[in-house]
């Protein structure tokens, strides 16, 4: 697993240089700063406590620039389960500290010397048995996994109390540690792939150099556990399961990896279950068949990124009207992940920064099919694919169009690719709420928009959707290249409601420079609306009252016909 980027957090302006000089050591690390108050960051966020354990749940590092203390306190009630937290490190607005505070399996020892070299300043270290030995034992690099934390606890007291320790099998990045070691030692590291349980004196590491690969249409999964037991292979030992392509989509293979924790990979399974599997590893290993799969086991390490290839996914996702917290986190998480972004270059850039290893596929907003198209043959080559749409990509945006060219499609391998489709708050839900609740009865959507349908259908879907006193929200009511319909729309609408219902016009919601107007059917004209505009029209219950401060609430309350009691 390539581990996160982490998030440097800032609360003022003078902090963006030493955060600048931070982000040199992360390649994709972003800089996030306090809107309103810093410029030039690259995500900016709204509040402070929210964003921190937001970013904590989601497992991100998290470099704050600001006192140690607001730190802790902000992240107090998140912190009661240790061991899956990431590295948490506060650091001095001016460089001159560098603190590490959480996450001492996270790597955050290795961080602060990191960022303390760049820094060129000492860092605040306090763990003993990364002091003593200059290295976190319970850290071990990725392609090893400690078998048992409390243990390996127990394991380091034992070491920092002054016992000595022999290291059995092959533990590279132990070299440079300084270890009290002595071959006569009670006490052991073990590095190997052996099954069994492991000696109290023992802490046991598991090097990742273990491959189980299914032939195609294996149906018995529980097989994989068994068959390592019966190579007398530890399952921690296992660095991914290989299976063929033609198996991508069976939940119960997605399953099972899952269970055992490992990455579920894919190759081309034909013939000797042997020869495919030792060409997908891509170098020497011991291979073993056992029935219908097989188990390699190599010198070194393993890295599953590297063996066969992943199931693709598309993941067409809304990223609401703009704001960044009106964007759901899953979108978010989505973004991150993603090796390729394609969409209308407004909504690609509106989604970005991006970090260099993330390819930026910009095309016009004509070319949907085709973009759909381009998007699945990315995704079917592996790839994770993220198609922008702004507010919700179901309304009148891309995912109609992505499951068209599925539809379409014979191609087995797009069909294979792990579509998802994510929401988002769509324009017309984000003017609302601005607004009050205008659409807090029933409503109807429409788009105005005569690209895709004849102006006709637009004529007679108004008329009835006007004449059913539904409430109404216009997208893309009016452009350069259609100028007209929007006043005939407003003429058609205007048979069947009066002069007084009320019209509420956003434009640019949740972006900067946005406005919010509230006007009449009988004022509205088209030259008040563009094609950045949400046009929203009351029913006959429509209401409208001042508020507070000087604007006004509309809202169609939640009843019709006669007010209940
Ligand atoms: N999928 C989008 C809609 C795309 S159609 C969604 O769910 O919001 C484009 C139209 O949506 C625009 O012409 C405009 O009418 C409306 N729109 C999109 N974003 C908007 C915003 N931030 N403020 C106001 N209207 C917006």
């Not at 955060?19 to 690390?29: D, H, T, V």
């Not at 108050?37 to 998290?62: H, N």
């Not at 972006?511 to 107007?517: D, K």
């Not at 509205?524 to 409208?544: A, E, W, Y």
Request: hydrophobic residues 45%; aromatic residues 4%.
């Amino acid at each position: 697993m390539i581990s996160k980027a982490p998030a440097i957090v800032i609360l003022g302006p003078g902090s963006l240089a030493t955060a600048r000089r931070i982000q040199q050591c992360y390649p994709g690390a972003l800089i996030h700063g306090l809107a309103g108050r810093v410029e030039g960051a690259d995500r900016q966020y709204l509040e402070f406590g929210a964003t921190l354990r937001e970013l904590y749940q989601q497992d991100t590092p998290i470099i704050a620039l600001c006192a140690a203390g607001i730190v802790i306190r902000t992240l107090a009630p998140l912190l009661l389960e240790k061991g899956v937290e990431p590295a948490v490190l506060a650091v001095a607005e001016d460089g001159s500290a560098v603190v590490p505070l959480l996450g001492g399996l996270g790597g955050v020892n290795v961080m602060a010397r990191e960022i303390a070299s760049t820094l060129q300043v000492a860092p605040a270290i306090t763990t003993s048995g990364e002091l003593r030995f200059g290295t976190c034992l319970l850290n071990p690099p990725s392609g090893y996994r400690l078998d048992d934390l409390e243990q390996g606890k127990r394991f380091v007291s034992d070491l920092l109390a002054g016992e000595p320790v022999r290291i059995e099998g092959a533990a590279p990045w132990l070299d440079q540690a300084h270890l009290p070691q002595d071959q006569q030692a009670r006490l052991a590291i073990r590095i190997d792939s052996a099954a069994g349980v492991p000696a109290v004196d023992e802490l046991r590491i598991y090097p990742r150099n273990v491959v189980v690969a299914l032939n195609a249409g294996t149906t018995d999964i529980a097989a994989i556990g068994d068959a390592l037991t019966q190579a007398g292979l530890a399952v921690q030992s296992l660095a991914c399961v290989l299976a063929a392509d033609s198996d991508m989509t069976r939940p119960a293979l997605h399953e099972a990896a899952a269970s055992l924790g490992v990455p579920l990979r894919f190759a081309c399974a034909g013939g000797d279950i042997a020869q495919w599997l030792s060409e997908a590893l891509g170098q020497p290993a011991s291979i073993r068949r056992m029935g219908s799969l097989a188990i390699a086991v190599a010198e070194q390490p393993l890295d599953p990124h590297r063996i066969g290839r992943p199931r693709g996914r598309l993941a067409v996702i809304g990223l609401g009207p703009g704001a960044a917290e009106l964007m759901v986190p899953a979108v978010r998480a989505e973004l991150d992940r993603a090796n390729d972004v394609l969409g209308y270059e407004t909504y690609v850039r509106m989604a970005g920064p991006f970090r260099p290893d993330q390819v930026q596929h910009c095309t016009d907003n004509r070319e949907e099919l085709q973009r759909a198209r381009h998007a699945f043959e990315l995704a079917a080559q592996g790839r994770s694919v993220v198609v922008v749409s702004s507010g919700d990509p179901g309304v009148f945006a891309m995912a109609a169009a992505v499951l068209e060219a599925l539809h379409e499609s014979t191609n087995a391998h797009w069909h294979a690719v792990d579509l998802q489709i994510l929401p988002g708050v769509s324009a017309s839900l984000a003017t609302a709420a601005q607004a009050g609740a205008p659409l807090g009865h029933d409503f109807c959507v429409l788009s105005l928009s005569d690209n895709l349908k004849p102006w006709s259908i637009i004529e007679k879907r108004l008329d009835l959707a006007a004449q059913a006193d539904l409430a109404l929200a216009f997208y893309n009511p009016i452009s350069r290249s259609r100028p007209w319909q929007l006043g005939r729309a407003l003429e058609i609408v205007a048979q069947h409601r009066t002069a007084q219902t009320p019209v509420v016009l956003g434009r640019d919601i949740g972006r900067p420079g946005q406005t919010l107007r509230v006007t009449t059917l009988g004022q509205l004209t088209p030259d008040q609306v563009d094609m950045r505009t949400m046009v929203l029209i009351g029913s006959s219950t429509t209401c409208v009252f001042p508020r507070a401060d000087g604007g006004q609430w509309v809202y169609t309350p939640r009843w019709y016909g006669s007010k209940p009691l």
